[in-house]
């Protein structure tokens, strides 16, 4: 069966998978998605997710390990609820994870946790990451070692509350697009601990080829959420989802912190609402690692993860590879 037909497991129901190669394995690190009654509304109440667990694998596309419960939400001091999509980084022998939650006044902050494994356990620091905010965290260490937290996610991810760089509790349900440049995915440095922010969150830049940023009406290309970056060739490449579309597209620049070129589309709409995924270099071959809802035959908030193969043009664009 080719790869990307197959989820990775389908024992539980895992989302927003983020993909790194840790001691020669491929690592992923989804979102754990649950049963629940919540009716599905624009603000994700639906996934009411309360635990990571890790998997990995020696192949591409062979069998997955589930190395069982790495975090749950009782553990983390200043969760109320939803823990969703995280990622992990590594740095001076230690394994970092990084997620989203809402905390006690129901505010998405980013949470940093730490363990000496890949597949964890990991222990949670007792508050969120200062000056963290919104949702998708996506960690990237650079070739001279500098570290880098992305993340932002519009709606349910509470971006829109942070517009004017202040945040606006008002602006919750703020769901129109307005006039004008759409809402920027955020990054910072990670200090050296990898648990802190070294200097302030700042705007990542996208624009179009004639050097404008992307406008907010500009759905099919502009940011919602899903941010992930990647290195092919000396280019930085942020990709993210551009959410009510439903598209996975990319962004080129030559800094970790852009401004960003946008360069085309990774994947078109799935099965399911929403799309996020991550793109990893594996024994000399490149892997899309996504979502969708085929295996609750669409059932919105109970996804499965899936891979596949990726090349490059010589003008370093993105396309799925034919023979998969
Ligand atoms: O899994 C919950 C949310 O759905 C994620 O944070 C988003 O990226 C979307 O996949």
Wanted: with cysteine.
């Amino acid at each position: 069966m080719p790869i990307h037909d197959k989820p990775l497991v389908d024992h539980i129901y895992i989302a927003d998978p983020s993909a790194h190669v840790f001691e020669g394995k491929l690592y992923v690190y989804p979102s754990h998605d649950r049963e629940t009654d919540i009716q599905d509304n624009d603000f994700g109440d639906q996934y009411d997710m309360a635990d990571y667990h890790v998997f990995s694998m020696e192949t591409a596309g062979g069998p997955t390990t589930d190395h069982g419960i790495a975090l749950k939400m009782e553990d983390i001091p200043w969760v109320s609820k939803q823990v969703w999509a995280p990622d992990a980084a590594t740095k001076n022998g230690k394994y970092y994870l990084y997620f989203p939650a809402r905390d006690k006044e129901g505010v998405f902050r980013i949470g940093a946790a730490v363990g000496d494994r890949p597949e964890g356990p990991f222990t949670a620091d007792p508050e969120p990451i200062a000056g963290s905010y919104s949702i998708d965290p996506a960690a990237f260490v650079d070739d001279d070692g500098e570290a880098y937290l992305y993340f932002g996610g519009i709606w349910g991810g509470q971006l829109q509350c942070y517009g004017s760089g202040i945040f606006d509790k008002d602006a919750f349900s703020n769901m129109e697009a307005k006039d004008g440049p759409a809402l920027l995915p955020r990054a910072a440095k990670l200090a050296e601990d990898m648990r802190s922010f070294d200097g302030k969150v700042q705007e990542l830049e996208i624009l179009d080829e004639a050097g404008k940023l992307i406008d907010s009406g500009d759905h099919d290309r502009r940011f919602f959420e899903a941010a992930w970056m990647h290195k092919y060739k000396g280019k930085y490449y942020f990709s993210y989802s551009t959410g009510d579309t439903h598209y996975l597209v990319y962004a080129i620049g030559d800094s970790p912190l852009g401004p960003f070129t946008y360069a085309g589309r990774i994947l078109e709409p799935v099965l399911g609402w929403t799309t996020h995924h991550s793109i990893v270099e594996f024994k000399d071959k490149w892997y899309l690692f996504y979502h969708d809802c085929s295996l609750s035959k669409g059932t919105n908030h109970l996804r499965s993860v899936k891979m596949r193969e990726l090349v490059y043009d010589e003008s370093g664009k993105i396309h799925l590879a034919e023979k998969q």
